[in-house]
């Protein structure tokens, strides 16, 4: 529909290799998963999601593209969980070897060397921003945590539009 209207929109994929519990190779003959997008005349890239800097890059062309009246753009940003689909998912079909090459492509810890590196941030800059976020997650969940369930009303509030 989006390319039928030659709609101005984004579309981004996180593609993070596994489909819940089966690693795409195994459920998908094709894992490029922003080709889909070109079968619809969707423009499309694909990009390492684990680098911040490459995910800036692609998403600024794709919002020039469709700011430029071309259509929508489909990004498809291969990364990877760290951890399993659900709390329930013990993370049984993957291995701890995988992981850890994973861990090393971290994208927050490579920004962060890239910061230190280039002289962007100091360490001590990059320790209260985390501590911040820290912060900030925590009494977020405290919020949560303390809040009230909603109605059942709710459920139904602002679906698709809020009726007078």
């Known amino acids: 529909m989006s390319a039928l209207w030659n709609l101005p929109v984004v579309f981004i994929c ?3 290799l596994y489909g819940m519990g089966i690693p795409l190779s195994q459920s998908m003959s094709n894992t490029q998963l922003h ?3 070109e079968s619809y005349g969707i423009a499309s890239a694909q990009v390492d999601g684990m680098d911040v800097l490459a995910v800036r890059e692609a998403a600024e062309t794709a919002v020039q593209h469709v700011r430029s009246g071309n259509g929508p753009y489909f990004l498809e940003a291969r990364t990877y969980r760290f951890r399993g689909h ?3 998912d013990p993370v049984l ?6 992981e850890a090459e994973y861990r090393k492509l971290d994208p927050i810890a490579q920004y962060g060397e890239w910061l230190l590196s280039s002289k962007m941030a100091t360490q001590k800059k990059l320790d209260a921003i985390s501590a911040e976020v820290e912060k900030q997650v925590e009494e977020s969940i405290a919020f949560a945590e303390e809040s009230p369930f909603p109605s059942p009303e709710d459920l139904y509030r602002n679906v698709y539009a809020q009726l007078p």
């Open 14 to 16: 996180e593609n993070n």
């Open 35 to 37: 080709k889909m997008a």
């Open 86 to 88: 659900s709390m329930a």
């Open 93 to 98: 079909y993957r291995s701890k070897d995988e």
